[in-house]
């Protein structure tokens, strides 16, 4: 094997392992960023983009044929597959094209194209014939799709993520299992492209939603347009002629045998670390099999190596991702003084329809006295002015914060416009503004905030801090 020592070896060139080069890069010049597949992220390439392409289409569909309910109608909709597609590839292409640029700017000195995995503690093998010698190392492999065996053997009938958006026409049918992100947001937009779609579960978790009340919400919500069974039990599912076919127990019509053109598998998204060999890493790994990492400064325990992005199996979204990779980055660079980093307000949003946002302290899933420290204000946004005026008035919105201080703390939210709301709410939550100083911003009228105050004004009163009424009935107009 040809020998070299460098600094520092970044493993994985997505989001994190990107912005962790660039930090490192500040403090040497002796570094390398190992990549063993393709350039381009997967973010760009088979992740928020491409996705976002897709829903972008089926929310046009959709707007089309809901016109009606505003007096307008759309005659003769036709939703063409190819076009679709062929715009999502496009679209998607430049995004990537972006990446690659950047990836052009990086000297190829400091690339290394192959697979690593651990020798021993400070040493990867990258492929088979090269060792890299390295001071520190930051893991930044990210996550892949898992297919559980009940869907081995199914060839290209399979899809995921990676492989959806390169069909060349959209199925007639298919059917989605996991009713987590992926398979909530890929399968109603299919559905919304005039697929037939059954989109099955399994453990009741729908979206990464966690509070009980706005989830059964979202599945009557979601119900409504696609048959959706966060519970589902299949009891036969083999390749057919036409594609699969699945028995299983529909929730009205009890066991049901259907052929499917495709299925998508959204069963969740595991850290790559298998290959890594992290048995000879030195490293501690929990039970799960994952470094034990300190989510201040990204470090395996006070090892010189740092877990970021996706593969540390935390917070699999872009911002923290790229967030994770600065800091770790940096710290590879000053190992050993590593310094702990103050995180982002956690914030997700789903771009379903209505949309999930999730920020902050999850008191939604707190129990017992921990959630007796913290008051909740609600508001349903199916009598919301603004949200009636342009017929999206469906949600719930449920805002949190600590008793005592009054300290805004996050928010629960199905309903629209959620994307710009969870960043409002997010934004105040960092800045750890009280619920009172909220209400004393200004709220526009006919908007969806309004709906945001009428939650707040729910949190402050179950504070104990309520507002005078003469002010708030002055500034509010119908429907707020
Ligand atoms: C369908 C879908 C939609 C999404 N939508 C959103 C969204 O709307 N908003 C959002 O915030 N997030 C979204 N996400 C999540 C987001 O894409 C990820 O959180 C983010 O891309 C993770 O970046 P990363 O750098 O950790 O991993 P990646 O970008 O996957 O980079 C990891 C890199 O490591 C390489 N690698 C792996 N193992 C090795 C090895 N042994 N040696 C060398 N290289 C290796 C891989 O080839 C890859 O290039 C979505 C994800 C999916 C799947
Ligand atoms: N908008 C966004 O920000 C966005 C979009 C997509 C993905 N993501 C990220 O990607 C991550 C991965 O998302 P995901 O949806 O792939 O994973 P997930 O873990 O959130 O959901 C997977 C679901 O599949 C279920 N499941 C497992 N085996 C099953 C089976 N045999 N049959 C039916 N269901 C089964 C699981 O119980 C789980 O509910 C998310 O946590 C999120 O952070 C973010």
């Given amino acids: 094997m040809d020998k070299r020592k460098v600094d520092i070896a970044i493993i994985g060139a997505g989001t994190a392992g990107l912005t962790a080069y660039n930090a490192a890069r500040k403090h040497t ?17 088979m ?24 007096g307008v109608a759309v005659e003769g909709i036709r939703i063409n597959g190819e076009a679709v597609l062929e715009r999502v590839r496009r679209e998607r292409d430049a995004f990537v094209s972006s990446v690659l640029e950047s990836m052009e700017a990086i000297p190829e000195s400091h690339k290394l194209m192959g697979r690593a995995r651990f020798l021993a503690p400070g040493r990867l093998a990258v492929g088979d014939a090269l060792e890299v010698r390295a001071e520190r190392i930051v893991i930044a492999t990210g996550s892949s799709p898992h297919i559980p065996a009940m869907f081995q053997g199914l060839g290209d009938r399979l899809l995921t993520n990676d492989s959806l958006f390169e069909l060349q026409t959209l199925p007639a049918s298919i059917a989605v299992f996991g009713t987590g992100v992926v398979g909530l947001e ?13 989109l099955l579960g399994r453990d009741g978790a729908l979206g990464g939603i966690v509070d009980e009340e706005i989830r059964d919400y979202a599945e009557r919500c979601f119900s409504e347009a696609f048959y959706l069974d966060t519970r589902s039990e299949v009891a036969d599912l083999s390749p057919a002629d036409n594609g699969v076919a699945i028995t299983f127990t529909h929730q009205e019509r009890g066991e049901l045998a259907e052929t499917f053109e495709r299925i998508l598998v959204a069963t969740g998204r595991p850290p790559n670390l298998t290959a890594l060999d992290l048995h000879h890493s030195g490293l501690t790994l929990d039970d799960a099999g994952i470094p034990v990492t300190d989510t201040a400064t990204l470090q395996c325990g006070d090892s010189p190596v740092f877990l970021v992005g996706d593969a540390n199996g935390q917070a699999a979204v872009l911002h923290e991702a790229a967030q994770e990779g600065r ?74 914060a600590q008793r005592g201080s009054g300290v805004f703390v996050g928010a629960e939210m199905l309903g629209p416009a959620a994307e ?17 100083e909220m209400l004393g911003m200004p709220f526009y009228h006919p908007v969806i905030e309004e709906g945001v105050r009428t939650a707040l004004k729910d949190l402050n009163a179950r504070l104990h801090e309520s507002v005078a009424c003469d002010d708030e009935c002055l500034e509010s107009g119908p429907g707020a």
């Avoid at 890929?186 to 059954?198: I, P, T």
């Avoid at 710009?420 to 009172?436: E, F, K, N, P």
């Fill in 29 to 45: 010049d002796n570094l390398v960023l190992i990549e063993g597949d393709t350039y381009g992220t997967t973010c760009a390439r």
């Fill in 186 to 198: 890929l399968g109603q937009a299919l559905s919304r492209l005039g697929v037939h779609v059954r």
């Fill in 47 to 70: 992740g928020c983009m491409p996705s976002k392409l897709l829903i972008a289409a089926a929310d046009s569909a959709h707007d089309a044929a809901r016109a009606a309910m505003f």
């Fill in 327 to 400: 800091i770790a980055g940096d710290n590879a660079g000053r190992y050993p003084q590593v310094q702990a980093a103050s995180r982002q307000v956690p914030l997700s949003v789903v771009f379903t329809h209505p949309q999930i946002a999730s920020v902050g302290v999850p008191v939604g899933r707190m129990s017992g006295a921990k959630r007796k420290g913290f008051a909740v204000g609600t508001v349903s946004f199916e009598d919301q002015g603004r949200s009636k005026v342009i017929g999206k008035n469906r949600g719930l919105l449920k805002v949190y």
């Fill in 420 to 436: 710009h709301i969870g960043h409002l709410l997010a934004w105040a939550a960092q800045g750890r503004m009280t619920v009172r």
